[in-house]
């Protein structure tokens, strides 16, 4: 059975949910039945990780589209048929060293895409999220100085607020076992200023045909701060109530007052205050630097003195 020959390997809250329905209009290109199957970072292991909340729960909001089996791997692509090309979009591979060495035994000439956001834009959403969903009981600086203490305690990936940023380190352990041929690096930047020469890229990267326009208006994830968090699980969530309202005889009547509910409980993110990016831009300046010298450009997000 087919499984993917091209993987979308992160980086978190860096638009590969923009990204993936993007290629997903494609008629040669296919997915795997749920994005982020995780199953090169997994594969083998008990989960979920540790967390904040119980393992019911985290399971539920973080691993409940995780496989950890070759078989069930196999099964999300059951659907494929003659499609050129047949991508895997879990951001979990870039930050897991055995994620790519994985890749590299199963899937030797895969074609992989990074998508990079400058990295402390990348750590708040990131923090939002988690916040977005009752998963970080901690204020950002006690979060980002607990990190390693979780680490330690085998919290999963989704608090690794800094360490995930550091994109340099991550993508040399791609290039030591593939081809750089093999690879694309986007920045999120480019992305969002260019879709449409950004997805003509791709396409010629995949070898599928780049005279395709994909319909780039709408942006995957857009985060928001829950005025009330049960609130909000059960209007993304789907419980047997809320599964029953989505009838389509009760559409007309339960949607009005179920997005009016959603308009009423979305908040803006707070923004992020200057001393906390200041100091966050310090900590990855290293970092950035070392990104620069491995791809050969000045990134968009740092400021060059003439």
């Given amino acids: ?23 997903k209009q494609h008629h040669q290109i296919a997915f795997s039945k749920n994005k982020e199957p995780n199953y090169y ?6 989960l979920p990780e540790n967390g ?43 930050y ?52 390693q203490q979780r680490i330690d305690k085998q919290w999963g990936w989704d608090w690794h607020y800094t360490n995930i940023g550091k994109y340099a380190q991550q993508l040399k352990v791609y290039l030591k076992l593939f081809p750089a041929e093999q690879i694309k690096i986007v920045l999120y930047d480019d992305f969002v200023a260019q879709p449409a020469s950004v997805m003509r890229d791709i396409y010629q990267f995949l070898d599928v045909d780049d005279t ?10 857009v985060p928001y701060w829950p005025a009330n968090h049960t609130l909000d699980r059960w209007l993304t969530g789907r419980s047997a109530v809320r599964l029953f309202l989505n ?23 707070p923004k992020l205050t200057n001393d906390d990016k200041n100091q966050l831009s310090r900590f990855f300046k290293e970092s950035n630097q070392e990104l620069e010298e491995l791809l050969g450009r000045a990134l968009p997000w740092l400021q060059h003195k003439s």
């Fill in 1 to 23: 059975m087919r499984t993917a020959d091209f993987f979308i390997i992160g980086a978190a809250k860096s638009g590969t949910t923009s990204l993936q329905s993007y290629l």
């Fill in 96 to 147: 897991y060293p055995r994620a790519a060495k994985h890749i590299a035994t199963d899937v030797p000439n895969a074609k992989l895409i990074a998508v990079l956001r400058e990295p402390v834009s990348r750590l708040y959403s990131h923090y939002c999220m988690n916040k977005q969903f009752n998963l970080e009981p901690l204020e950002l600086r006690d979060a980002i100085d607990a990190e």
């Fill in 52 to 94: 904040p909340v119980s393992s019911s729960k985290l399971f539920k909001l973080r691993y409940s589209n995780c496989v950890t089996s070759s078989s069930a791997y196999e099964m999300q692509f059951s659907h494929v048929t003659n499609e050129l090309a047949v991508g895997d979009a879990s951001v979990r591979y870039l």
């Fill in 212 to 221: 395709f326009v994909a319909d780039t208006s709408k942006r995957g994830k």
């Fill in 247 to 269: 009838r389509r005889s009760l559409r007309w009547a339960a949607h009005p007052v179920i997005n009016l509910l959603n308009e009423w409980n979305h908040r803006p993110v």
């Fill in 41 to 46: 970072a997994y594969a083998g292991q008990q």
